[in-house]
Every structure is written in C-alpha cells, then in structure tokens.
C-alpha cells in the first residue's frame, strides 16, 4: 500500500465522495484499488493505494493532482523550486502566505514579500498587497510554484518568490489581451457540464485546470469574464470566481514587452 498527501484541499461544490470517484476514475485502468481517502485537518486529501500497479498509480495521481515537492524542513534549501498554494490566513500587509507541504506532521509555510510581488509582477510599482492580489487573481488555494530565497531553520520560517516560470504564466496572459476566469472549487467534468448546457463555447476559448478542483477559462478576444460570472455562479453555487484582466494590469503598469 502507498499513501499520498496531496497539496489539494477538498472545498466548494466537492464532496468526499465525488473526490474519491474522480480518484478512482484516474486510476481506471490500472490493476489497483483505491483503499481510502481520508480528509486530514486543514480539509487536506491523503490516498490510500494498494494492488499490483500502486507504484504506477502513485505516479500518475501526483502528476494529475497537485502533489508537494518537498516532505520535510530538511528537503528544504536555498532555491529550492516548491509547488505551493496561496493561505490568505498566514498573510500581512507585507507578505503573502503560502503553504509548501501539507501533511499533517508537517505543515510548512512560507512567505512571499510583497517587494518581490511588486518587483516580479507590478514592475517595481510600489502597490499593497490587496491591489496586486486583486490585479493578478491570488487567491485562496491558488497553485503556485516558488522558489526558496531565505531559510530559518531555529524558528522554522521560510521565505519563498515566484519562480520565472510562474512569472512567464502572468506574462503570457496578460500579453494575450483576453480576460481569463478563475473558477477554484469544482471538478473540471462538473464544469465543462455546465458550460455546455449555459452554451457558453461562444465566450470561452479554452478551459485550463491549473489542479484538481482550480481551472482557468480563456475568453474570446472581447468577452468580458465579469459577464460570465453570474450565468456561472448561478450554476455552480460556493465556487469561487475570480476575474483576471489584462486591461486593468495594463493601465495601472503599462506594457510589459
């Protein structure tokens, strides 16, 4: 048997079950069971797998559901490159929290300054924090990866920026000049249903799931994604939506070519 602890948290419109019936489903066609599905403090998801493939479902289950990069303050070293989530709960005014490892023996957080927000993401524009969480859409569990720039290990505090590749992602969204739609809080069947029945194909490009339950809707060149929050919220009650707009980030900091 082979237990993992997802850096995935169970919330909004899904169930224990409807989890563990996505779960299994991922795991389909292999010769495998999945034994148990336990939600730990936090609403953190640990997997339980036995059978003849575990080791091959294990794999497969890490890399469609966001998965920790590091088990323990020792896996932890200057520039070390994280999977992380956001934790507004562990934000200040100065520093936005995210959380790198989930299990619970060892919950690690970590903090990313807000001048190295402001550097990587608002061109050196000396913005509050709240400003550039509503700008670039940092929500609660959004995935991010992060890379560590300073450890304490005698107080356990661990402080983190975002990595290029995390940066180029907000750089190719906002050069794309469409609107995306944060949809955090749904499985990606339950969502594309609803877009079918609300005809929605003629606004929406294409439907990213950045993990399990948190998904990226591209909207067509001129479709404004606040429109589209109503006719989904009405469908998908509790889920979180959250509007990224190039053009707002575009007139407060100008082009970024």
Known sequence: ??????????????????????????????????????ILAGDWVKVEVVGEDEVVAANLLMKRVFAPTVTSWNDLHQFSVCNSRITLGASSKTELGVVIHAAPSAVIHALIPLKSLQSSLADGRKFALKRIISLFGLVEDFPLEVRV??????????????????????????????????????????????????????????????????HVLTCKLGTDARGLIPRLGKHLPSVKLHVFSPRSILRLIGSRD
């Open 1 to 38: 048997m082979i237990e993992l602890v997802f850096l995935q948290r169970i919330y909004g419109r899904v169930s224990k079950r409807s989890f563990e019936e996505h779960i299994v489903q991922i795991c389909e066609k292999l010769d495998v069971e999945v034994e148990k599905v336990t």
């Open 149 to 214: 720039i300073d450890i304490n290990r005698s107080t356990l505090q661990c402080q983190v920026e975002l990595t290029e590749n995390q940066i180029s992602i907000y750089d190719n969204w906002i050069k794309s000049r469409v609107d995306r739609l944060l949809v955090f809080g749904t499985l990606e069947k339950s969502l594309l249903r609803v877009i079918r029945r609300l005809n929605l194909n003629r606004d929406v490009i294409s439907v990213k799931s950045l993990s399990l339950l948190e």
